[in-house]
Structure formats: C-alpha cells, structure tokens
T-cell receptor, first 114, second 114 residues
Framework: EAQVTQNPRYLITVTGKKLTVTCSQN?????MSWYRQDPGLGLRQIYY???????DKGDVPEGYKVSRKEKRNFPLILESPSPNQTSLYFC?????????????FGQGTRLTVV | DQQVKQNSPSLSVQEGRISILNCDYT??????FLWYKKYPAEGPTFLIS?????DKNEDGRFTVFLNKSAKHLSLHIVPSQPGDSAVYFC?????????????FGKGTMLLVSP
C-alpha cells in the first residue's frame, strides 16, 4: 500500500529539548516536504527536498532542520523547540515530474511544546 | 503575501444541496490546481484537480471550475452528503527548475447537516 508514515503521531515535550519527527514514504518519490497546520493559517511549508541531499527552505523554516540522506526518509528536526512550534505537522511526498502533482500526506504529528 | 486565498473559513450546507467552495489566486505562473480534503486526525487527501488549460473538470459529485481571467476557481459538490464534512484546501502548483511546488490556501471547513 502506498503511504507516507510519520512518527510519532503525538508528542508532548519541553522547551529546548531536541526532537526528531520521522517521515518515510514507500512510493519512490523524489519530492518530499514538511508542512505545519495552524488554526486560521492553513498549511504552510517548512522545508522541502527535491531529491537526496537536496533540501531548501519553505515559507516558515525558522527553528527547523531537515535532512535527506535517503530517498525514502525525510526527518524534521527541532534542535531547541519553543512553544510557538506547537502545531500539527504533515509530511508529504510526490513525484518530481508529473502531470498530476498529487501529494500524498502522512497522518500528521501533533506536537505540543510546554 | 498570500498567493492562494480561501476567504471563507467555513460553510454550512444541508444534505442534498450544492456546496460551493471558492479559491482565488494571484500568481499567474500557477499552472495546475488541486483540491484536498482533510478529516480531523488525518492527513489531507487529494480530491480533484484541474489544469490551467481547462475550465472544468468533473469527477462524480465533484466538479472544479477554473476562471483564469478572474484567477478564481471553485469546487462544487452536488449533492452534498454528511460525509463530505471536512476541511477543504485549495492548492496551486508552480514549476520551478523542473520541480513543482504547491502553495495551499488556509482551508474552508464544510459542514453538511442531515
């Protein structure tokens, strides 16, 4: 089954404690990205990756890091989380070139930073 | 500057009637538009799309209309069903050096009452 898997689904952490949210896809997609969803703001892109070892900032990259060492994995790293990073996070993947650039989304990770 | 705008945060419709969700965009480089549906505690899922060279695309109860001159698209759901109650995101694609990026609107929450 084609899917994007995020872990964990829920996480409560304290300010400043480094954390990583993992994302893995099994569709051999080149393009992967991270979004955060906040009330009244919709989906905003944090970082994206066009292929292995190629990453770039999205609209709201501050406070986040990513890496793309393998095609299937695209972890999101918060080196020093702060309460304003409390949000619902989604990982997505899609083909690099496609007539229909449908993005497949993971189930989401609800992060609370206290 | 928000490039994809969904100006209605919510919409309430009775079962059996038509739901019309609207989306406006500002970037003339967008060449493909998509609608995603999101239920609580799940990731967004692709619903329907339309190329900028078309003005209408239909899939069952769902039809998307595109008015390029007005930079406006709309999603029609007819007849609406209670299971359609969800948040709907409009997204637009732009090609950048051979890769596509998606820009999302803030979403419209649709509530279909029995």
């Amino acid at each position: 089954e084609a899917q994007v898997t995020q872990n964990p689904r829920y996480l409560i952490t304290v300010t400043g404690k480094k954390l990583t949210v993992t994302c893995s896809q099994n569709m051999n997609h080149e393009y992967m990205s991270w979004y955060r969803q906040d009330p009244g703001l919709g989906l905003r892109q944090i970082y994206y990756s066009m292929n292995v070892e190629v990453t770039d900032k999205g609209d709201v990259p501050e406070g986040y890091k990513v890496s793309r060492k393998e095609k299937r994995n695209f972890p999101l790293i918060l080196e020093s989380p702060s309460p304003n990073q409390t949000s619902l996070y989604f990982c997505a993947s899609s083909l690099r070139r496609a007539t229909n650039t449908e993005a497949f989304f993971g189930q989401g990770t609800r992060l609370t930073v206290v | 500057d928000q490039q994809v705008k969904q100006n209605s945060p919510s919409l309430s419709v009775q079962e059996g009637r038509i739901s019309i969700l609207n989306c406006d965009y500002t970037n003339s480089m967008f060449d493909y538009f998509l609608w995603y549906k999101k239920y609580p505690a799940e990731g967004p899922t692709f619903l329907i799309s339309i190329s900028s060279i078309k003005d209408k695309n239909e899939d069952g109860r769902f039809t998307v209309f595109l008015n390029k001159s007005a930079k406006h698209l709309s999603l029609h759901i007819v007849p609406s069903q209670p299971g359609d109650s969800a948040v709907y995101f409009c997204a637009a694609r732009a090609m950048n050096s051979g890769y596509s990026t998606l820009t999302f609107g803030k979403g419209t929450m649709l509530l279909v009452s029995p």
